[in-house]
């Protein structure tokens, strides 16, 4: 139910402005991990370490983090790419 969820966030992002994909795609990255983590830890009888929950938490960030800045550069290069088609910028 929460993937049908974030499928819709994601749709009403892409239709509202694209941008809105930058919050809604890490977000499902997140839900999805924890979903997963949720479900493997009542099928475990050996539960993780302290450690090993805060490495994956940070491997977690790690590439929310790199999707952030994959998005950044896509839109820097767009933008250039609309500059030269367009000779001007999309807010003037």
Known sequence: MGHFIFVVLHI????????????????????AV?????????????KNSE???????????????MIFIVGIVVFVLFLGLYYRINGRAPWH
């Not at 450690?51 to 983090?65: A, E, K, M, P, W």
């Open 12 to 31: 009403l992002a892409f239709l509202c402005g694209f941008f809105g994909l930058f919050i809604t795609i890490p977000l499902h990255l997140i839900y």
């Open 51 to 65: 450690s090993q929950n805060i490495g994956r938490l940070i491997g977690l960030c790690i590439r929310v983090l």
């Open 34 to 46: 924890m979903l997963t983590q949720a479900n493997n830890s009542r099928t475990n009888v050996v």
